[in-house]
């Protein structure tokens, strides 16, 4: 079984940047794929980034291309969530979960998700 634990999240003004991080301990070798997600009031939950546990190779969503960017620690133990040029839309509860489906963006797919981690963008 794997356990996820997110933490980083925090107030930021827009323009600015946060690091959004997810300590995993367990049985990561059976969901091999990292995956954020967020949440904002009133709104379903949404596919942001993912990332091989054994590789840095990624894929994103739209809304946060060429702004985020999603990596492991060499260990393979920690996934980062880079977020920069940071917009008052990105606020949200950002949560960390697994999978074992490479390209899924699917709640539904991933597993183990962590308690969340609040991000709240100021305008």
């Known amino acids: 079984q794997v356990q996820l634990a997110e933490s980083g999240g925090g107030l930021v003004q827009a323009g600015g940047s946060l690091r959004l991080s997810c300590a995993s301990s367990?049985?990561?070798?059976?969901?091999?794929?990292l995956g954020w997600f967020r949440q904002a009031p009133g709104k379903e939950r949404e596919f942001v980034a993912a990332v091989g546990w054994n590789s840095n190779i990624t894929y994103y969503a739209d809304s946060v291309k060429g702004r985020f960017t999603l990596f492991r620690d060499n260990a393979g133990h920690t996934g980062y969530l880079q977020m920069n040029s940071l917009k008052p839309e990105d606020t949200a509860v950002y949560y960390c979960?697994?999978?074992?489906?490479?390209?899924?963006?699917?709640?539904?797919?991933?597993?183990?998700w962590g308690q969340g981690t609040q991000v709240t963008v100021s305008s």
């Open positions: 979960a697994s999978t074992e489906f490479w390209g899924t963006r699917q709640v539904a797919d991933f597993g183990s």
């Open positions: 367990g049985r990561t070798f059976s969901r091999p794929i």
